[in-house]
């Protein structure tokens, strides 16, 4: 079957770099703070938070699954562009390689339209379950939603 692909638009009306940088760079301490249910803590575990930095991430209660590892793979400031990849974790279920997901913020007259492209590789000729992939996109989708709330709530904050 091959890779999976998702493209997901949202646009917000919070301006383009504080969702940058409450959103993408700040998730980690974001997250745990306002959804500990979806993650319990997130920790370095190689590298100093730039790219190629491995990251531990524990999920909460209301995921099926436990732990999962996280590189960043791409940190650009000025193009309001971050990536990272899941690479370990019972999240992949044995039949996944990686979760690579890119993120790019563009800027509007009232916020800003915030960009993923999700790829889901399989391990081998694995299938990887179209309920999971949609699952997984609505559940980022609630995530990203709480964070805009908490950063329209606490605009100076970033």
């Known amino acids: 079957m091959g890779a999976i692909t998702t493209n997901v638009e949202v646009e917000s009306s919070v301006p383009a770099q504080t969702i940058y940088k409450g959103f993408l760079l700040d998730m980690d301490n974001i997250i745990p703070k306002i959804l500990p249910q979806a993650i319990k803590r997130v920790e ?18 209301v995921s099926q699954f436990t732990i999962v590892k996280q590189r960043i793979d791409e940190i650009d400031r000025e193009g309001l562009k971050y990536s990272y990849s899941i690479i ?6 044995g039949i996944i390689e990686s979760i690579a997901s890119k993120f790019t913020v563009v800027p509007t007259e009232g916020g800003c339209i915030v960009k993923n492209t999700a ?3 399989p391990i081998g000729d694995a299938v990887i379950p179209e309920e999971n992939v949609k699952e997984a996109t609505e559940q980022s989708g609630m995530v990203f939603k709480q964070i805009e709330a908490y950063l329209l709530a606490n605009p100076a904050a970033y």
């Open 119 to 121: 790829v889901y590789t």
């Open 44 to 61: 370095i575990i190689s590298g100093d938070g730039g790219i190629g930095t491995i990251k531990q991430i524990t999920l909460g209660e």
């Open 88 to 93: 370990e974790g019972d999240l992949l279920m």
